[in-house]
């Protein structure tokens, strides 16, 4: 069992940064791939970016490449994405989820999410 907390957002302008953080439980949280996922109101949830175990990989979804950075300390069980160059429709709940496998964007095989943290990017 894995339990994941997200924090780190907030309320930022356009052209503003914020940094998130998801904490893991356990002890085998090197054995997991990690990812973030956003869900905007009325939207479905998107794939941001994922990290491979030891972070040698990692992927991202084209409306974030070159502005957001995963990555991840295992000494930490942490996670983090970086997301710079904030736009508006940045704005939405985002998730880290924990993956046994490497599934990139296919939500639907990760096996444990956080709670969410709320990012809000005002114009």
């Known amino acids: 069992q894995v339990q994941l907390v997200e924090s780190g957002g907030g309320l930022v302008q356009a052209g503003g940064s914020l940094r998130l953080s998801c904490a893991a439980s356990?002890?085998?949280?090197?054995?997991?791939?990690m990812g973030w996922f956003r869900q905007a109101p009325g939207k479905e949830r998107e794939f941001i970016a994922a990290i491979y175990r030891s972070g040698e990989f990692t992927a991202y979804a084209d409306p974030v490449r070159g502005r957001f950075t995963i990555s991840r300390d295992n000494a930490k069980n942490t996670v983090y994405l970086q997301m710079n160059s904030l736009k508006p429709e940045d704005t939405a709940v985002y998730y880290c989820?924990?993956?046994?496998?490497?599934?990139?964007?296919?939500?639907?095989?990760?096996?444990?999410w956080g709670q969410g943290t709320q990012v809000t990017v005002s114009s």
């Open positions: 989820a924990a993956d046994r496998n490497w599934n990139n964007g296919y939500a639907h095989r990760y096996d444990y």
């Open positions: 356990g002890r085998s949280f090197s054995s997991y791939s």
